[in-house]
Antibody
């Protein structure tokens, strides 16, 4: 079965860090572009970050300098390292592969 | 950044009605547009890519059209299972951007 499974969400204090993982099965994360997309509670979808198959990375202005997207091809896993977290980073974070494949999402809550 | 403006923000229609949602880009994005469906509490699902191409397995009552800055998403005959929020997304220029969403309800 082709699927993406995110882990790593949770409650973190403002200014803290968290690393999200997205493990792929039946799909090779290095074969296509991979995105992180987030959705704040009750809000719309927001694109966060992209890594192309060649390794180039891109970020939304709201997270640039604080978040880092990467992948481990040997583990077939995508990551999002998040630092200097703020309350407005609170959201469900989805990994997305090639436009049509989405994980189930992992909730990140930034609160004291 | 390219702004994507969807309208309406919500609509209520009867089963069997034709439903149309529009999405306007703040600059030319050619046909680099996706349409997603998100049912309550669920993961977004890709319905249409490249503005008008139907994703595999998606019912043919869903369609998309347009290019440049103006795009249309249509449900030809609304079904109860189509209750959801629909989003357009441009992928012509980074940062990729979504419209604010259109919530579709049954009247």
């Amino acid at each position: 079965e082709v699927q993406l499974v995110e882990t790593g969400g949770g409650l973190v204090q403002p200014g803290g860090s968290l690393r999200l993982s997205c493990a792929a099965s039946g799909f090779t994360v290095s074969s296509d572009y991979m995105n992180w997309v987030r959705q704040a509670p009750g809000k719309g979808l927001e694109w966060v970050s992209l890594i192309y198959s060649g390794g180039n990375t891109y970020y939304a202005s709201s997270v640039k300098g604080r978040f880092t997207i990467s992948r481990d091809d040997s583990k077939n896993t995508l990551y999002l390292q998040m630092t200097s977290l703020r309350a407005d980073d609170t959201a469900v974070y989805y990994c997305q592969g090639g436009g049509s494949l989405w994980g189930q999402g992992t909730l990140v809550t930034v609160s004291s | 950044d390219i702004q994507m403006t969807q309208s309406p923000s919500s609509l209520s229609a009867s089963v069997g009605d034709r439903v149309t949602i529009t999405c306007q880009a703040s600059q030319d994005i050619s046909n680099y547009l996706n349409w997603y469906q998100q049912k309550p509490g669920k993961v977004p699902k890709l319905l249409i890519y490249d503005a008008s191409k139907l994703q595999t397995g998606v019912p043919s009552r869903f369609s998309g059209s347009g290019s440049g800055t103006d795009f249309t998403f249509t449900i030809s005959s609304l079904q109860p299972e189509d209750i959801a929020t629909y989003y357009c997304q441009q992928y012509d220029n980074l940062p990729w951007t979504f419209g604010q969403g259109t919530k579709v309800e049954i009247k």
